[in-house]
């Protein structure tokens, strides 16, 4: 069982930057590919970034290509997205997820989540 615990969440200024970050515990890190979706208040979830476990492989959604990098370091078992650029639409609650493969993160649901770290971006 992957047990995800995200930290990193915050207020800033539009323009801004954040840096969120995955601890990942409870079974070997390296198997699995993470990744960040985010939902925003009457939205659904959506996919935001995932990075496969050797962190050689990446996807990003158009609207974090560009803007945010996802990094990974399997001997901390942490996954970071520093995310720049940052604007009002970026507000959202952001989620930690596990999953067999990039592709699979991206296109369909998985069982290992975190609880989510709040994002606020202010005009």
């Known amino acids: 069982q992957v047990q995800l615990v995200e930290s990193g969440g915050g207020l800033v200024q539009a323009g801004g930057s954040l840096r969120l970050s995955c601890a990942a515990s409870?079974?070997?890190?390296?198997?699995?590919?993470l990744g960040w979706f985010r939902q925003a208040p009457g939205k659904e979830r959506e996919f935001v970034a995932a990075?496969?476990?050797?962190?050689?492989?990446?996807s990003y959604s158009e609207s974090a290509q560009g803007r945010f990098v996802l990094s990974r370091d399997n001997a901390k078992s942490t996954v970071s997205l520093q995310m720049n650029s940052l604007n009002s639409e970026d507000t959202a609650v952001y989620y930690c997820?596990?999953?067999?493969?990039?592709?699979?993160?991206?296109?369909?649901?998985?069982?290992?989540w975190g609880s989510g770290t709040q994002v606020t971006v202010s005009s």
């Open positions: 997820a596990a999953g067999a493969s990039v592709g699979m993160l991206a296109t369909a649901p998985t069982k290992y």
């Open positions: 990075i496969s476990w050797s962190g050689t492989t990446t």
């Open positions: 409870g079974v070997p890190f390296s198997r699995y590919a």
